[in-house]
């Protein structure tokens, strides 16, 4: 008996969802050893090198495939809540795979071009899109201000992009004084330039879920959805190396375009004050730690030549 073949549909408009599923498809691989893959997305060329699939295609070439063949939908909207539940979750238990353990939620990018990104001390991600889920890009050039003050060097990055279902545009804006990358790096080159960087912060949005397949420190504003339904897990861990941050606003009401409660405007949105707090401790722990490696790697290497040198 010959191997079985699945094409998995994957009709998700979001870049970070898209993301969240490539867990889900190494657990499916792993149960079906003897079945090949071929996914159709929205973005193909995120499984060009991943091993859980064979094939990877653009959703449009979805017509071409032969009538008998076996057609697993992993983004149905209309079997669970998505906003309102883990993603990883919404993908894996309609198709009976359950749901997933925090070890199996690690995340993962498949890179295909070589890596010629540099490295900066902060790296942000300007991206606007609901009003809900966006920060002022006045908070965004203050924050960069604050740092390029301290010394560090900053760049910014991001797409702009369309959806498909709603028409919204993505936008992202470059700041005064930091290394402009918006609109000029492959999706490849920005995961580089992530993963080299000493800190990464961004609102929930498809870069997001990007940084999570590196071990960069995160700072990620978390808005009108709660942070665990978008959680990032490494070392098994949904608080390795990152801190979420919210405003005043305690409820994850999924709003996306106007605040609920009409005597407030956004306060789930965090402060400049609330998030350049955080970005300024994470950065002086992150230079304390630097300080300590280099002072243990001094002391082993006097305790091998002696104080005297070789």
């Not at 939908?73 to 359950?98: E, Q």
């Not at 401790?281 to 082993?300: C, G, I, P, W």
């Amino acid at each position: 008996m010959g191997r079985e073949r699945i094409a998995i549909l994957l009709s998700c408009e979001g870049m970070g969802d898209c993301l969240f599923a490539i867990p889900v498809l190494k657990k499916l691989q792993s149960i079906r050893k003897e079945t090949d893959f071929d996914i159709f997305s929205r973005y193909p060329g995120l499984f060009t090198n991943c091993p859980y699939v064979e094939n990877s295609y653009p959703i449009s070439r979805m017509d071409e495939l032969p009538g008998e063949m076996k057609l697993l939908n992993l983004f149905k909207l209309d079997r669970l809540p998505h906003w309102a539940m883990d993603t990883f979750n919404f993908i894996s238990v309609p198709i009976g795979l359950g749901e997933l353990s925090f070890r199996e939620k690690q995340l993962e990018y498949f890179a295909v071009e070589p890596d010629r990104a540099d490295a900066f001390d902060v790296v942000l991600s300007t991206s606007r899109t609901w009003p809900s889920r966006s920060w002022s890009l006045d908070n965004w050039q203050r924050l960069a201000d604050v740092l390029i003050g301290q010394g560090f060097t900053v760049a910014v990055v991001g797409k702009d992009t369309t959806s498909h279902a709603d028409g919204m545009e993505k936008r992202s804006f470059a700041l005064a004084g930091c290394h402009d990358l918006v609109n000029k790096l492959s999706l490849d080159q920005t995961y580089y330039t992530i993963r080299k960087a000493g800190l990464f912060v961004s609102c929930q949005n498809g870069l997001s879920v990007l940084s999570g397949a590196t071990d960069t420190e995160l700072v990620i504003l978390d808005m009108s959805i709660e942070w665990s339904k978008r959680a990032i897990y490494r070392e098994a861990n949904p608080f390795h190396k990152i801190t979420y941050v919210k405003g005043e606003c305690l409820q994850y009401c999924g709003t996306s375009g106007a605040c609920p409660k009409p005597t407030e405007t956004f306060a789930c949105i965090p402060t400049f004050e609330r998030v350049a707090e955080i970005v300024n401790e994470r950065m002086r722990a992150r230079s304390r730690a630097n300080n300590n490696s280099k002072r243990r790697t001094a002391a082993l290497l006097t305790s091998e030549t002696g104080p005297s040198g070789p």
